[in-house]
């Protein structure tokens, strides 16, 4: 019993030392301080559009519109190193890609007679084959697509960090004066199109707007990890709270945690930022199943 306590005494101090180097880093460090900034404000779109995507369930929706973005990188990294377009960068060929995916895929559901898991599937694999050929004609290519793939925050430039912040504001500001409209596009599209509610320019809105957050977390975690923190946060506070409202509040501050854990414990470490959140925000998540299963299983007094 007393190894055990020791164990684990040497491990709180262990950690205590990494959240203590991390702190002193980030005083003098402007990579992490930029690192923590786009972590807190992507966190602000992503709880917001994250329980606006857990209420309309439309998680497949995002996770198309996040791997075709990496087609508008592609073509605007071509454009920029071979067109000559320099000021073109690759953050802004992944704003018009999810942009237009999410038209594409908002018109074939509401007036195409298409599947809509079919041509989310096609928009998938057609943006990220689009991309990677872009890629590999672009001479002189030096940066690593993986970063592209999982992304690394601590890349994040001072540019970059104010387009951020820009598509936050958008993100908050939209998505908070049609709060009650996105509700009811939400929840019952068919009685708010009876109360005179124009679904369709609602419905194209909200994707546009979970494009635009989509290309906040790229620059964050990458493609591959976009959706869990999309998702997850705002699945955890489904568990707490009933109200949309209070339920994007939770996220964002669930979001916010999972950003900052993950920068803190990657830090001595040298783990990838982005995977390491993702990590605890998925711990977190099954955490929250295993303890409600609990709860709801242990007999009643």
Request: hydrophobic share 55%; net charge positive; aromatic share 10%.
């Amino acid at each position: 019993m007393g190894a055990k306590c020791d164990s684990f005494i040497a491990i709180i101090r262990i950690r205590g030392r990494v959240v203590i180097e991390f702190i002193e880093a980030v005083t003098y460090n402007t990579i992490l301080q930029n690192a923590l900034i786009v972590g807190v404000v992507a966190s602000v779109a992503c709880g917001i559009m994250g329980s606006y995507i857990v209420a309309r369930r439309i998680s497949y929706i995002a996770g198309g519109i996040a791997h075709c973005t990496l087609g508008g990188m592609g073509i605007a990294r071509y454009l920029n190193r071979v067109v000559g377009w320099s000021w073109l960068e690759p953050l802004h060929g992944a704003v018009a890609a999810a942009l237009l995916a999410a038209v594409i895929i908002g018109y074939v559901s509401l007036r195409a007679r298409q599947r809509e898991d079919t041509v989310i599937s096609a928009l998938w694999a057609s943006g990220m084959a689009i991309g990677i050929l872009f890629i590999a004609r672009t001479p002189g290519y030096g940066e690593d697509l993986m970063s592209y793939l999982f992304g690394n925050i601590l890349l994040v430039s001072t540019n970059d960090l104010y387009l951020v912040i820009a598509l936050d504001v958008v993100v908050l500001a939209l998505g908070l004066i049609f709060y009650n409209r996105f509700l009811a596009v939400c929840y019952d599209a068919e009685f708010a199109r009876l109360r005179g509610v124009n679904v369709e320019f609602y419905y194209l809105l909200l994707l546009s707007l979970v494009a635009l957050t989509v290309v906040v977390l790229v620059t964050v975690v990458g493609l591959v990890l976009v959706i869990a923190l999309l998702t997850l946060p705002a699945a955890i506070a489904n568990h707490f709270v009933a109200r949309l409202w209070q339920v994007m509040l939770i996220a964002i501050a669930i979001s916010m945690g999972c950003t900052v854990a993950g920068l803190a414990i990657s830090y001595s470490p040298q783990l990838p930022p982005g995977a390491t959140t993702i990590a605890i925000c998925a711990a977190a998540y099954l955490l929250t199943l295993i303890l409600k299963r609990t709860f709801q299983s242990s007999p009643q007094t």
